[in-house]
């Protein structure tokens, strides 16, 4: 599966912002769906994930509350919807597909930067 992320850019904190990550390809249901993000000296992180069927999803603690992971299996698009942005949230976003046959994300998109200003 091919991975295009979008609709990064530059945001107060405060504010908000929704990702969105298109996938190519006929059997994006068949997929696990995951957001990580890599800051700026930083390793990159896990952020959310979301199951096949969007019935489930999982998030690093410091993003509980605030970000939302869900996906539109009828659009291959899964989105980030990101609110009470803070400052250490900027770093570059990307999404992850994970197939049924393994246990790690072994397709990635692109990455989308995300600046939040202080």
């Known amino acids: 599966v091919q991975l295009q992320a979008s609709g990064g850019g530059l945001v107060q904190a405060g504010g908000s912002l929704r990702l969105s990550c298109a996938a190519s390809?006929?059997?994006?249901?068949?997929?696990?769906m995951g957001w990580f993000r890599q800051a700026p000296g930083k390793e990159r992180e896990f952020v959310a994930q979301?199951?096949?069927?969007?019935?489930?999803?999982y998030y690093t603690d410091s993003v509980k509350g605030r970000f939302t992971i869900s996906r539109d299996n009828a659009k291959n698009t899964v989105y980030l919807q990101m609110s009470s942005l803070k400052p250490e949230d900027t770093a570059v976003y990307y999404c992850?597909?994970?197939?049924?046959?393994?246990?790690?994300?072994?397709?990635w998109g692109q990455g989308t930067l995300v600046t939040v200003s202080s």
């Open positions: 390809g006929r059997t994006f249901n068949s997929y696990v």
């Open positions: 992850a597909a994970k197939s049924s046959s393994s246990s790690n994300f072994g397709s």
């Open positions: 979301i199951t096949r069927s969007g019935d489930s999803t």
